[in-house]
């Protein structure tokens, strides 16, 4: 569950959110904040972790589209909250005209917020998450934080206790396929009150 294997055959089923959809979904949003020119970094989850790379490359899908948006950094920050500060305080360093930051979770976002807010450069500079964490909900309806995309856990979660129940009674998981890819959601300041428990967006 939220793990993916590049390998078929190892597991019985593999449930996990489009990180690749989610990853285009947030970059769209991003792009409506920050508009369609200027300088950017982005902070990268753990390399040994499938997911940060399909983000970025689901970042990279959307914000190619826009040539005159530039990423003129990038720090790997192990989806850790203290390591995203450390690394956005370096990256500013380097590049203090950026106007935007990209990060693979909502950790490092959060990370970089604070370093942002000690740099008195949060109202120039949008920052957007990943995962829809409880945290990050916070952050948008504070207004430090752009948007954050909804890892569907709940629901993928309940479907897994469901398939590992078929497997154990009957052999077989009911599921069509292995893996089982599950879209994420767009949360916003403009939807964030149907953020209603930790992973759930109501209709």
């Not at 935007?100 to 500079?125: P, Y």
Request: proline share 3%; charged share 20%.
């Amino acid at each position: 569950v939220n793990a993916e294997i590049n390998q078929e055959g190892l597991a019985k089923a593999q449930l996990v959110s489009n990180n690749a959809q989610g990853a285009a979904l947030g970059a769209q949003q991003w792009v409506t904040n920050i508009g369609e020119k200027g300088n950017y970094v982005e902070l990268l989850g753990a390399p040994s972790d499938n997911n940060a790379a399909t983000r970025s490359n689901g970042y990279e899908t959307v914000i190619s589209q826009y040539p005159d948006l530039k990423k003129v950094g990038s720090e790997v920050a192990n989806w850790d909250r203290t390591q995203g500060h450390d690394k956005m305080q370096s990256l500013l360093q380097a590049h203090p005209d950026i106007i935007g930051v990209t990060s693979g979770n909502d950790e490092m976002a959060l990370g970089a917020i604070a370093a942002l807010k000690e740099a008195g450069k949060l109202s120039s500079i949008k920052v957007g998450g990943f995962d829809g964490s409880p945290d990050a909900v916070a952050a948008i309806k504070a207004g430090d934080l752009q948007y954050t995309v909804l890892q569907p856990v709940a629901v993928y979660s309940a479907k897994a206790v469901q398939q590992a129940d078929s497997f154990i009674k009957t052999g077989k998981t009911g599921a069509p396929t292995e893996k089982q890819l599950f879209d994420c959601l767009l949360i916003t300041k403009d939807n964030v009150d149907k953020y209603t428990a930790p992973f759930t967006l109501s209709e």
